[in-house]
Structure formats: C-alpha cells, structure tokens
C-alpha cells in the first residue's frame, strides 16, 4: 500500500521545529522555488496576506471525524476559508461551513488550520522573511511609521509638532461608500465599523490615518477584537494625516506633510480655508472622529523640548515631529520622528516563570528576545492577570506583549522592562 504523506502538514511541522533563521529561510527556498509546494504556498499567502480576513475564529471543537487524503482536505479548506473571506458564507452559517471542513481534516490538520484562521502560526518567520525568500509573494501593509528623534535629521526650518497618541494606530480605507479598518500590522478591526467607520464614509473616499482612542488603554486593546459584550461607546478616532486614494494604491506620494494636514483639516471642518495649525481647532461635527492638533513652530531643541514637556504634563505619551514637505513614507522614516521619556517595543513571549512569594503558583514574569537577548518582564502584570496566564500558559506563549522601558543597557537588555499590554492587533 501506497504511504500517503502531507505536505501540509511535513512543511508546518519541519519548518517549526527547525532552529535558526537561514536554516529556515532554506526550508522556505525549498517549498517555495525549488518543489513548487502548493499547499505550503497557500497556507503562507493565506496566514500572511495581510488583506485577508476570515472573519470566523470560534469554531466548537471536532466530536465526529472523518478524514479524507490529506492533499484534498487542505485544497477542501482554502475553498472554504475563502468563502469566508469574501464574505459569501458568513456568521453561523460560517462556523459551520468550517465545522463540516474540520470533520474531514486530522487532528493534526484541524490545530494548524485553525493557527491559519487565526492568522498566527507562530513558526518563527515573519512577511518578511518570506518575501525575502520569494521577492513579492506576500503582500505588505506599509504605513508611515517614525523613527525615533533625532534633531540633525530636520530638514525644514519650520517643522509641525502634535501629541504623541497612546491609543491602537489605524488606517482606515474609504472607497465607493465602504470603510475598512485596518491595524498597523494590516489586520482587519470591525468592531468599529459601525461607529468610528460609518463617520469616516461620510469624509469621502480617501485613506485616514490616526490613532483609536479610549479612556483606558488596556481596555480599548480588550475592546478590539472582542466578538460579544462589546463596549465602544468611549472610543474615537484621533486623525493626523490623510492619504488620496490613488497614492495609496500607486504606493507613490506626491503631496506633502502640511498640504494633507489641510486637506484632512477641511474634511472634518467643514471649512474651505487651510489650517494655519495655530489656535483652537474649529467644532468638528462628529461624535467618533477627532483631528489631532498640530502647531507649527521653528527648528528649536528649546522649543520642541518645552512642547514635549507640556504634552507629557497632559498626559500624552510624548511628541510627534514631521517634516511639513516630506511626501508620505510607506514604511518607517525619518519624514516622521517621536520623540518621548520611554520607549515601546512589541514582542513574543519566549517562557513563562512562576513567581515567588505572593506570587508563588501564579506567574512571576514572562521571558521575551530582544534582539537576541533574552528579557525577564515581570512588572505591570495584576495579580488577576497573573493567575489567568498561570492557569492557561499553553495559550499565552507566543502571545505578542507591548513592554515598556527606560533603555538598552550596554549588555543589549532592556533597563526596567514593564509589561504594557497584550498586542491583540498584531
């Protein structure tokens, strides 16, 4: 009898548990270029595209199976996930269509197509690893991010300077009366649509770019994704830059800083002058949309360093500094720079670590790789969240964590690492 192999599954399984990124990268050479592995192809394209959503998570666990060829059950659930995503099968009617898809899948296929659902294989390789494997195969979800300030790379000399926000960065597309939302690392969020999305198909089509704002950061992250007991009455879209449509899908940018600024400050306004950047931002008729309030001053360290200062007494997390003729960057830059007391950084949780004490049987601290060094994070946890992760570990390893720190000490760590929150939109 012929030996029925998968090549789903050898590729997942391979690929996992294979140490070293080269090492990984070969093994993506492999099934990408050189054997022409479909499945593989499909399960990278469909987890990493950032522009897919399944729309469908919480599928009830598998009581009958009946498995079918390996190869089949996989092409059986593509077909299926993507009728999910274009939305031709939706809600219950979804959950079903993958329950029915399960029941004919191993055990062993049903825990990594639901990795792919979740768009989170945790394999060790990342979009960009792919696309450096295979130039273009994935595509990328390429915001204007900023790079950390630094007063020789000004330019102008006079630059604009806003409120460093701390809320979930969004960037919301608006085309022909439809509204996505997206996360910064490309992921949908549709639990907004309704509110903050409705506001924005009101603006006309465009890209709006800003910062998901709400009165408790850990919450809003909770809010995000939630599916049931969902509470967005408080949250609202803070803007600061806009984007035309066309520029955002030729990813080619010709207007500037302060002439998208002024496009987006008449949006919201409703008023037909540009916006000097200076005074009191005119009543914007919108309960979930907000424009960040932007000035316009010289290149002075003294004065960016007082503005800063005012902001962190507001509770702000820093300042934002942008050169006002730079044209949209698709990726990190110096057109846009932060500039703040700490600094953020997103990372995996690498183990778990019982604590000692009074917080002996519950978690200590989560260990994470910065750059290759491993980091104990064991403050800002509660004591409840402490006995959640403690109790459920198998489903906190991996999980992406925001920690907060001071600096990086001359070893490579990071000094006085605190957890921030779990990143449920990366």
């Known amino acids: 009898m012929e030996l029925v192999t998968d090549k789903g599954l050898d590729f997942l399984e391979t690929i996992k548990s294979t140490k070293g990124t080269n090492a990984k990268k070969e093994i993506l050479k492999i099934n990408l270029l050189d054997i022409g592995n479909k499945i593989a192809e499909s ?13 469908v998570v919480k599928v009830p666990k598998t009581k009958d199976r009946y498995p079918i060829d390996p190869e089949e059950a996989w092409l059986l659930f593509f077909s299926n996930a993507d009728k999910c995503a274009k939305r031709e099968c939706t809600g219950n009617a979804a959950i079903n269509l993958m329950q ?40 990328t979800f390429e915001v204007s991010l900023a790079q950390k300030f630094d007063f020789k790379r000004l330019k102008s000399d006079t630059i604009a300077i806003e409120p460093k926000l701390d809320g979930i960065r969004c960037f919301a597309v608006v085309e022909n009366n439809n509204c996505i939302i997206y996360a910064r690392s490309g992921k949908q969020i549709t639990n907004f649509d309704s509110t903050i999305g409705n506001e924005l198909i009101q603006l006309g089509d465009g890209c709006y770019d800003g910062e998901i704002m709400g009165e408790d950061f850990r919450d809003l992250m909770r809010q995000v994704y939630r599916k049931e007991d969902i509470n967005i009455s408080s949250t609202y879209l803070s803007l600061f830059d806009y984007l035309p449509l066309n520029e955002w899908k030729n ?3 010709t207007m500037s800083t302060f002439q ?10 409703g008023t037909a002058s540009v916006s000097t950047g200076m005074g009191e931002i005119p009543v914007i008729n919108y309960k979930h949309l907000k424009l960040t309030k932007r000035s316009y001053i010289k290149r002075n360290m003294n004065t960016i360093q007082r503005i800063h200062d005012d902001y962190v007494l507001q509770g702000y997390e820093g300042a934002m500094i942008k050169d006002i003729d730079a044209t949209y960057k698709f990726g990190r830059g110096w057109e846009v720079m932060k500039y703040k007391a700490f600094h953020d950084v997103d990372l995996p949780i690498k183990q778990l670590l019982e604590g000692t004490g009074k917080y002996s049987g519950k978690l200590g601290s989560v260990v994470v790789c910065f750059k290759g060094v491993d980091v104990q994070v064991g403050s800002g946890f509660s004591d409840e969240l402490r006995e959640k992760i403690w109790i459920n570990k198998s489903v906190f390893v991996d999980r992406i964590i925001e920690v907060r720190y001071q600096e990086i000490t001359p070893d490579g760590s990071l000094r006085f690492p605190t957890f921030v929150c779990f990143r449920n939109d990366r």
């Open 43 to 55: 399960i990278l394209y469909y987890t990493f595209n950032p522009y897919i959503a399944f729309n």
């Open 100 to 139: 029915n898809t399960f029941n004919k899948c191993s055990v062993s296929q049903e825990k990594w197509m639901r990795k792919i659902l979740k768009k989170n294989l945790a394999i060790g390789v990342s979009t960009k690893t792919i696309n450096k494997v295979s130039p273009g195969f994935i595509p």
């Open 251 to 253: 990813k080619k940018s």
């Open 260 to 269: 998208r600024y002024d496009i987006l400050f008449c949006k919201l306004t």
